[in-house]
């Protein structure tokens, strides 16, 4: 019995401290678990929120080329007629390439019943020798106003060869669909008026 007493007491002993462990460790350990599904939760958000951030870094860039490239086509088709801009791109076209005499006739514009667009038919003609004039077509198909050349002459210059003169029917465009005198938005009224530029017309014979 002497003996038993100190095992059962060792025993109690032993228990009350694994007791005392236990209900001082699980609440330690559940707060631990519970940081570290916290973290893990925090991680996850944070992959989430960096590739959101990625997202609208990306949109951002997509935006801009988006606006770079809408500015462009406003440019090409403008959302009116602005046909002293297009007077203006044709005349410095014609001065880069050296010819002789341009003369540039925009006509009123019109609208295709169903398009979204106006055409303004524009007559355009222009004398020199055969390299500006082959020059002054290059241009036009660079011009940064939108230029479809749909009827083209050639024929011997004022003065006779070697000087050549070429009359051209093209088309401009606006977006605006309702294109013409007193039409909105901006009111686009004819310009009939011929614009003619002798740069450098040869001077006749005896004068």
Not at 21 to 36: D, F, H, I, M, Q
């Amino acid at each position: 019995m002497s003996r038993r007493g100190p095992l059962i007491a060792a025993g109690a002993a032993l228990l009350a401290a694994v007791l005392v462990v236990v209900a001082l460790l699980l609440p330690r350990a559940s707060a631990v678990n519970k940081k570290e599904k916290e973290l893990t939760q925090a991680h996850q958000q944070q992959g989430q929120l960096e590739a959101q951030l990625q997202q609208l870094k990306q949109a951002r860039r997509d935006a801009r080329q988006v606006e770079r490239k809408l500015a462009h086509l406003e440019t090409r088709i403008p959302p009116t007629a602005e046909l002293p801009a297009l007077i203006r791109f044709l005349q410095r076209a014609a001065d880069a390439s050296a010819v002789d005499f341009v003369s540039i006739s925009p006509s009123t514009p019109a609208n295709t019943l169903g398009q979204q667009i106006s055409t303004i038919p524009t007559q355009v003609q222009a004398a020199g020798t055969f390299f500006s004039v082959e020059e002054f077509l290059f241009k036009l198909e660079t011009l940064p106003r939108a230029v479809k050349v749909t009827q083209i002459q050639v024929g011997p210059g004022p003065n006779g060869l070697p000087q050549l003169q070429i009359t051209m029917t093209a088309e401009v465009y606006t977006t605006d669909a309702s294109a013409g005198p007193g039409s909105q938005p901006g009111a686009t009224k004819a310009q009939p008026a011929v614009v003619t530029s002798p740069s450098a017309v040869p001077a006749t014979p005896g004068g």
